[in-house]
């Protein structure tokens, strides 16, 4: 197939990269989306232990930064819902914040994590109902989550319905206009496909379903009556664990691993003087007009 419906906005979607999976891009508004699928076995080339290593201290500094900015726009006592809680990290440095919020995730590969921390974690696919409140969540977030989803005009139906009227939706995710992206795109040109192949994780059992941008994540949500109340750029790599970052994925050799820590390490200038691979963004609900 050369070209499909794009998710966001309904234009023509053409082919873009033939790699595991295809790639398109919308003519329209630059969403990359993919035609990959989740496998339910749950098998891939992740390596846990590696990637918590690379990921810990770069994630738990993220996530100061976002209960800071959450805490500003919301105040108060704080009730909360994590898509996708994986690790469990997010859980954890709410409640290290006195910040009452469970998660929903489908893989018990973190279970003991949960466990040992005392973290409220249902085990399943968001929506379920056993996560639903009669309320509403004062705030819903997806920490790198969002784009693996493929169904997402029905998630953010859903998502609207779980919050309070005055709570916020919180996307922290990957941009496709950072370095990182705009890299593995210059040298798959090149014929060098392993870099595009890894952004999306198409080895991994929950691929990238689609790649944002500012303005089409933002056409998005406002779509379904969500405004944008605020967002701002995070950190993507934590240099003094570059290298585990790279060894979580399994497929990598040592050498291999070696080289790009060293590539990485010289191209730091750089790449903080770019635009962000991540950015995390605050919607809320769009108040109807009296």
């Known amino acids: 197939?050369?070209?499909?419906?794009?998710?966001?906005?309904?234009?023509?979607?053409?082919?873009?990269?033939?790699?595991?999976?295809?790639?398109?891009?919308?003519?329209?508004?630059?969403?990359?989306?993919?035609?990959?699928g989740f496998d339910f076995s749950f098998k891939s080339n992740l390596a846990l232990d590696a990637r918590e290593i690379g990921l810990k201290k770069l994630r738990f500094a993220n996530f100061e930064t976002i209960i800071a900015k959450l805490q500003e726009l919301k105040g108060g006592e704080l009730n909360g819902l994590e898509i996708g809680s994986g690790n469990g990290w997010w859980l954890k440095v709410?409640?290290?914040?006195?910040?009452?919020?469970?998660?929903i995730e489908p893989e018990k590969s973190h279970q003991d994590y949960h466990e040992a921390n005392g973290l409220n974690?249902?085990?399943?696919?968001?929506?379920?109902?056993?996560?639903?409140?009669?309320?509403?969540?004062?705030?819903?977030?997806?920490?790198?989550?969002?784009?693996?989803?493929?169904?997402?005009?029905?998630?953010?139906?859903?998502?609207?319905?779980?919050?309070?009227?005055?709570?916020?939706?919180?996307?922290?995710?990957?941009?496709?206009?950072?370095f990182f992206y705009k890299t593995?795109?210059?040298?798959?040109?090149?014929?060098?496909?392993s870099y595009l192949e890894r952004m999306w994780?198409?080895?991994?059992?929950?691929?990238?379903?689609?790649?944002?941008?500012?303005?089409?994540?933002?056409?998005?949500?406002?779509?379904h009556g969500f405004t944008k109340q605020a967002d701002y750029k995070l950190s993507s790599i934590d240099f003094s664990t570059v290298t585990e970052r790279i060894k979580a994925d399994s497929g990598i050799s040592k050498f291999k691993?070696?080289?790009?820590?060293?590539?990485?390490?010289?191209l730091k200038p750089v790449i903080l003087l770019s635009k962000p691979d991540v950015r995390v963004f605050f919607f809320s609900k769009n108040r109807p007009t009296v």
Not at 94 to 103: K, L, N, S
Not at 184 to 193: P, R, V
Not at 257 to 266: H, N, S, Y
């Open 94 to 103: 709410c409640q290290e914040h006195g910040i009452d919020c469970v998660g």
């Open 1 to 36: 197939m050369d070209h499909i419906q794009c998710p966001v906005c309904d234009s023509p979607s053409k082919l873009k990269f033939k790699l595991k999976f295809n790639v398109y891009k919308c003519q329209h508004c630059g969403l990359y989306t993919s035609d990959a």
């Open 121 to 178: 974690v249902f085990y399943g696919f968001y929506p379920d109902s056993e996560v639903k409140t009669e309320k509403g969540y004062d705030f819903i977030i997806f920490n790198d989550v969002f784009e693996h989803i493929k169904a997402i005009d029905a998630l953010t139906l859903n998502l609207k319905q779980g919050l309070d009227e005055e709570g916020l939706l919180i996307i922290n995710i990957p941009m496709s206009d950072g």
């Open 201 to 223: 994780q198409f080895h991994f059992h929950s691929p990238h379903m689609n790649y944002f941008n500012q303005k089409n994540l933002e056409l998005h949500m406002n779509k």
């Open 184 to 193: 593995a795109m210059l040298l798959n040109k090149f014929g060098i496909h």
């Open 257 to 266: 691993a070696m080289v790009l820590t060293v590539g990485l390490q010289l």
